[in-house]
């Protein structure tokens, strides 16, 4: 079975500044998918950027941006000048590729804090 | 404006009530979702119904019972819980492409959960 690990449970960081979001995986998997979902204080939970196992480009969106490292099972949010609403608990999840597998896989959470 | 909508917001019941949560869709999507987030733990999958038909049960206890009438409602029906359950019960709906899964590449679009607290 994959697990995720998310190994921070808290971050903060100064508003404008740049802050790194940790995410392991275990998988015997080779093609499947990553995830990070932000959930900010009103619940709903919000995708912010995925990145499929077989590209080999980091996936970006914005002030957003992942270090995915595939061999070592990495895959880090980097969140650039940081805002006031990034304040959010963030989760990474996996979901494989494999045909009739359809559930997300989550880590356990990091929030997030914006200091301003 | 979220595209998928939870009711009720709230609830607390006790543990000899019967009451249901249900979530709306308007994405168009053909796969539904029902989570679990208890505090201080992962978020955990319950159910998966795809195309109306449930291709997942996480080995859910029986005191839940989803029903899906139609690919945009999924409701869960609750009786007889336990002080455990108490949690945010977050639904789900993706667009997938195929009934097995196939191109899951698709993210999930989530409601913004029902809070239940058990007496």
């Known amino acids: 079975a994959q697990t995720v690990t998310q190994s921070q449970p808290e971050m903060s960081v100064q508003e404008a500044e740049t802050v790194t979001l940790s995410c392991t995986y275990d998988t015997s998997e080779s093609d499947y998918y990553l995830f990070w979902y932000k959930q900010p204080p009103s619940r709903q939970m919000i995708l912010v950027i995925r990145q499929e196992a077989y590209k080999q480009q980091n996936a970006t969106e914005n002030r957003f941006s992942v270090n995915f490292q595939k061999a070592a099972k990495s895959f880090s949010l980097k969140i650039s000048d940081s805002q006031l609403g990034d304040a959010a608990m963030y989760f990474c999840?996996?979901?494989?590729?494999?045909?009739?597998?359809?559930?997300?896989?989550f880590g356990q959470g990091t929030r997030l804090t914006i200091n301003p | 404006e979220t595209g998928v909508t939870q009711t009720p917001r709230h609830l607390v019941m006790g543990m000899t009530n019967k009451k249901s949560l249900k979530c709306e869709q308007h994405?168009?999507?053909?796969?539904m979702y029902w989570y679990k987030q208890s505090a201080k733990k992962p978020l955990e999958l319950m159910f998966v119904y795809n195309f109306k038909e449930q291709t997942e049960n996480n080995s859910v206890p029986s005191r839940f019972s989803p029903e899906c009438p139609n690919s945009s409602h999924l409701f869960l029906h609750l009786h007889t819980l336990q002080p455990e359950d108490s949690a945010l019960y977050l639904c789900a709906s993706s667009q997938d492409r195929h009934r097995t899964g196939l191109y899951s590449n698709q993210p999930q679009h989530f409601g913004d959960g029902t809070r239940l607290s058990i007496l």
């Open positions: 999840a996996y979901r494989s590729a494999n045909q009739g597998a359809q559930k997300l896989v």
């Open positions: 994405l168009g999507h053909n796969a």
